[in-house]
């Protein structure tokens, strides 16, 4: 009876921690926006040739940009503000070894991501926070299972359902098992939202039109998907 108890408590925990992480994430995310004329970060931005993640410049040191009050010491250091205490993996200079940005991901449909620029066309795109309609039930960034990415793509199998159950999928390939736990995911207005699956899967109904190419409804509502700004600002 003690071991169940236990386990109980520690996922708890472990959830609590989580969501604690992302409404800072959520808080630094706005102070970007704020500093780059209402523009919210994308899962990849340029950077001496090649791309770097998200959480990368919301840790500071990109492109003369501070700090956003987060912590992240890269990829070779499983610590700070964007390590998910109920993800067994590590960080990793190598997706096969573990994550090589961090344990959360962008939702690509609303920000996008400069590392796919010119090939998806719908990933490119990212938004001004004047544009979110229903900011509270617009998901920004979440728990996700890709070690090599640094976005929710359309699939609902991307996000990790980590909390109240392990989540047992590889970590490099697509799983297409539905998972019994849920995803913890913050929303735009700020706040920390936790998902099942199969709440996920509801949200279609909530954005009836056709969402862009390689995106996926549930990754619409709050938005207009079928617009935007323009492409990502480099």
């Known amino acids: 009876m003690l071991m169940p108890a236990l386990n109980k408590a520690r996922m708890s925990a472990q959830g609590g921690a989580c969501r604690n992480n992302l409404k800072q994430i959520g808080l630094a995310s706005a102070l970007y926006s704020e500093s780059m004329d209402g523009w919210i970060i994308p899962g990849d ?6 791309t770097a993640a998200w959480c990368a410049v919301l840790g500071g040191g990109y492109k003369g940009l501070g700090n956003f009050g987060v912590t992240y010491y890269g990829n070779t250091k499983t610590a700070g503000s964007f390590v ?26 609303l920000a996008g991501s400069y590392k796919y620029a010119g090939s998806v ?44 159950t392990a989540d047992f999928r590889q970590r490099t390939v697509y799983q297409e098992i539905i998972q019994q ?5 913050a929303m735009q207005d700020g ?5 099942s699956y199969g709440a996920l899967e509801s949200r279609k109904a909530l954005y009836p039109q056709s969402p862009p190419s390689n995106c996926e409804r549930w990754q619409c509502v709050g938005f207009d998907a079928s617009t935007s700004a323009g492409k990502f600002v480099k």
């Open 45 to 50: 931005l340029p950077y001496n040739g090649s």
């Open 84 to 109: 998910c205490p109920a993800e067994p993996i590590p960080f990793a200079s190598n997706k096969n070894n573990g994550f090589t940005g961090c344990h959360y991901a962008v939702n690509v449909a």
């Open 121 to 164: 066309r719908s990933w490119e795109m990212t938004r001004k926070i004047q544009e979110m309609k229903r900011p509270a039930m617009v998901i920004f960034a979440m728990d996700h299972i890709r070690t090599g990415e640094n976005i929710i793509t359309y699939s609902l199998f991307t996000p990790a359902y980590r909390h109240g």
């Open 181 to 185: 736990g849920q995803t913890q995911a």
């Open 191 to 195: 706040h920390v939202e936790d998902f």
